[in-house]
């Protein structure tokens, strides 16, 4: 079941209008941030729009760490017969809590940058559901996640850590605790810190991999390119909320291609 939230949600971040959305895609495309203060002053939107065009400039973005360049993307394949993408051109009902956001890139894949945050999908709420989700790193230590029944949230992403679901993408299992690499717990695939994940089901860095997750009632599974990767039984979080995408910290960059949902 899904329930409709109120419609003045905004493009891309909280508060935009369809003129901040422009305004946003025209600093990506044109890099014209010099001097630009943004509509009013703390506007957020276009506090993003700019942060983003002043980092996207066509090279690697993190100078001294191995990045691999992306083949050409061809367009995701549309989603599954009863499945609805999220990831819209204009991005409307999605919005950021926390820092850093994410940006459209060529050809059509949507990329985080900065952090700590969440880009949430504001408009609706969704109990039982399958998502479908292709995604790809481009670098060996990016980070990201895909968030599940989350509360709304407004400038911090803490009430979605604590009370939602996380499904991991980190190759590396890093656990900030230890400051070790890994573990099951923190590795791609796994309901963070609530359900290991299977090791070495994630593509290479710079292909696309997809999730098919799955919320019923209490239980979360988690299939990575068509292997189970994780299984939470029993949960005792939220059983409705948004979904969240994590743009986790600056120099990650991870790039999304469809979040398709289907609920159940």
């Known amino acids: 079941m899904k329930r409709a939230m109120p419609s003045q949600t905004a493009s891309i971040s909280s508060g935009m209008s369809n003129a ?124 990201s996640g895909v968030f599940l029944r989350c509360p709304p949230l407004q400038d911090t992403p803490a009430l979605a850590i604590a009370q939602g679901y996380e499904v991991q993408i980190d190759d590396r299992g890093f656990d900030p605790k230890t400051r070790c690499t890994g573990s099951a717990l923190h590795l791609t695939g796994a309901v963070y810190r609530l359900a290991p994940a299977a090791a070495g089901l994630s593509h290479p860095v710079g292909e696309w991999n997809r999730f098919v997750i799955t919320a019923c009632a209490q239980t979360i599974s988690v299939v990575l390119n068509g292997a189970p990767a994780a299984r939470l039984e029993h949960g005792d979080r939220a059983r409705s909320g948004h979904v969240a995408l994590q743009c986790h910290h600056e120099g990650s960059a991870v790039q999304f291609r469809h979040v398709a949902i289907k609920p159940l």
């Not at 499945?83 to 950021?96: K, N, S």
């Open 20 to 143: 901040n959305a422009a305004m946003t895609l025209y600093l990506l495309r044109t890099r014209k941030t010099a001097g630009y203060r943004g509509c009013r002053p703390g506007c957020n939107a276009c506090r993003i729009g700019a942060l983003a065009a002043e980092q996207w400039n066509g090279e690697p973005r993190r100078p001294g760490h191995m990045t691999v360049a992306p083949p050409p993307s061809p367009a995701a394949a549309p989603p599954p017969a009863g499945f609805r993408d999220l990831l819209t051109p204009e991005l409307i009902g999605w919005r950021v809590a926390g820092k850093g956001g994410f940006r459209w890139m060529p050809p059509g894949v949507l990329e985080s940058f900065g952090g700590p945050g969440l880009f949430w999908y504001a408009n609706e709420t969704f109990d039982d559901f399958i998502l479908d989700v292709s995604w790809r790193t481009l670098h060996p230590d990016d980070n």
